[in-house]
T-cell receptor, first 118, second 113 residues
Framework: GAVVSQHPSWVICKSGTSVKIECRSL??????MFWYRQFPKQSLMLMAT?????????EQGVEKDKFLINHASLTLSTLTVTSAHPEDSSFYIC??????????????FGDGTRLSIL | DQQVKQNSPSLSVQEGRISILNCDYTNSMFDYFLWYKKYPAEGPTFLISISSIKDKNEDGRFTVFLNKSAKHLSLHIVPSQPGDSAVYFC????????????FGAGTRLTVKP
């Protein structure tokens, strides 16, 4: 079964609304979580790396005030798209790595969130 | 419900030999498949893809094979090089679902010199 749960799976809202997406590791502690945005032709862009208990590391060109990331616990990271606009409509995916010290542990992806801004 | 599965978490091969990474999927509506490569602390980078109208796609040392009847695809790397050591993710998408991707759990490939 799924080891990373992403919620909601889809959301439709009006322009100007803030939307929060949750990413949970279900049966392991995830020191590091990643947030991605999928672009046309299945191009995948890393937005930011989320580390538990510290500030997220944003990739170049990603507005940190627009995309707020909080990794408050070892099993939960949230991405909040603030004042969303139609151009923010996309498919957002999170992934989680198991804690340090565990060798050869794969990274698990959530099923993504389809965000549609009207 | 995992629609894309990579059942081998790790694979180790000798330099110069062939690496074969496997991926299975359950959703018959998937029509586009991709392989990504990921190094530690980096996001996955696109490697190679295949459309469901094909059964093989080749790009240099990398070849992806698709068996639609078995809902199975594989990535062949030959010859394998130490720099190929990374985690490889299989992903699939379907047009009915906005072409949103579903990922497997990944396989860590280690190529030994």
């Amino acid at each position: 079964g799924a080891v990373v749960s992403q919620h909601p799976s889809w959301v439709i809202c009006k322009s100007g609304t803030s939307v929060k997406i949750e990413c949970r590791s279900l049966d392991f502690q995830a020191t590091t979580m990643f947030w991605y945005r999928q672009f046309p032709k299945q191009s995948l862009m890393l937005m930011a790396t989320s580390n538990e208990g510290s500030k997220a590391t944003y990739e170049q060109g990603v507005e940190k005030d627009k995309f707020l990331i909080n990794h408050a616990s070892l099993t939960l990271s949230t991405l909040t798209v603030t004042s969303a606009h139609p151009e923010d409509s996309s498919f957002y995916i999170c992934s989680a790595e198991r804690g340090q010290g565990l060798l050869n542990q794969p990274q698990h992806f959530g099923d993504g969130t389809r965000l549609s801004i009207l | 419900d995992q629609q894309v599965k990579q059942n081998s978490p790790s694979l180790s091969v000798q330099e110069g030999r062939i690496s074969i990474l496997n991926c299975d999927y359950t959703n018959s509506m998937f029509d586009y498949f991709l392989w990504y490569k990921k190094y530690p602390a980096e996001g996955p980078t696109f490697l190679i893809s295949i459309s469901s109208i094909k059964d093989k796609n080749e790009d240099g040392r990398f070849t992806v094979f698709l068996n639609k009847s078995a809902k199975h695809l594989s990535l062949h790397i030959v010859p394998s090089q130490p720099g190929d050591s990374a985690v490889y993710f299989c992903a699939a998408s379907a047009p009915y679902n906005n072409n949103d991707m579903r990922f497997g759990a990944g396989t860590r490939l280690t190529v030994k010199p």
